[in-house]
């Protein structure tokens, strides 16, 4: 697979229901970020997870993180209609003499349905 | 809370064309970066740069693509003769630890 592949691709659920989206990379990394994106529209910065960390929350997000597995899962509980979106993790490889890029997955399009 | 912003949103611009995309990264941040989403595929990294010069690019960023701090606030993106394949949402980025993304210019070569 390629760097920051999602799974699913699609992702269809009801509102109040737990959303997972997992998300694999290739290289060592420094960090990896997920971000939302609305139809047509900019990228929000969701969360960031350092190699070093393992879980990390924020609000209604839940990020894991497994470095050795090259993978990594967000979860949003108590999923709302606001939430669909598509999610994308990218990947922020471990070179430090580089400008930091980011790899982006093909994203998972979540719809939440009310 | 402080944002990328990034003009126009739209531009239209016929084949050949030079076009100049312009970015106000975030004020205290220190790594700039120009990324593409053509319509239905993942983003792309075009290039980044950093005090004052470009860090790393993408076999992407061809000779027709030049980047630019002009002052203490822009970031500009130049495409010199632009393609049709040019098509694509630019998004520009800016970071100290996460990157920060701006809300896009779509770009529309006819």
């Known amino acids: 697979s390629q760097q920051g592949e999602e799974d699913p691709q699609a992702l269809s659920i009801q509102e109040g229901e737990n959303a997972t989206m997992n998300c694999s990379y290739k290289?060592?990394?420094?960090?990896l970020q997920w971000y939302r994106q609305n139809s047509g529209r900019g990228l929000v910065h969701l969360i960031l997870i350092r190699s070093n960390e393992r879980e990390k929350h924020s609000g209604r997000l839940r990020v894991t993180l497994d470095t050795s597995k090259k993978s990594s899962s967000l979860l949003i509980t108590a999923s709302r209609a606001a939430d669909t979106a598509s999610y994308f993790c990218?990947?922020?490889?471990?070179?430090?003499?580089?400008?930091?890029?980011?790899?982006f997955g093909q994203g998972t399009e979540l719809s939440v349905k009310p | 809370e402080p944002e990328v912003t990034q003009t126009p949103s739209h531009q239209v611009t016929q084949m050949g064309q030079e076009v100049i995309l312009r970015c106000v990264p975030i004020s205290n941040h220190l790594y700039f970066y120009w990324y593409r989403q053509i319509l239905g595929q993942k983003v792309e990294f075009l290039v980044s740069f950093y005090n004052n010069e470009i860090s790393e690019k993408s076999e992407i960023f061809d000779d027709q693509f030049s980047v630019e701090r002009p002052d203490g606030s822009n970031f500009t993106l130049k495409i010199r003769s632009t393609k049709l394949e040019d098509s694509a949402m630019y998004f520009c980025a800016s970071s100290v630890a996460g990157q920060y993304f701006g809300p896009g210019t779509r770009l529309t070569v006819t």
């Open positions: 290289t060592s990394i420094n960090n």
């Open positions: 990218a990947s922020r490889a471990m070179i430090y003499n580089q400008g930091g890029k980011l790899i």
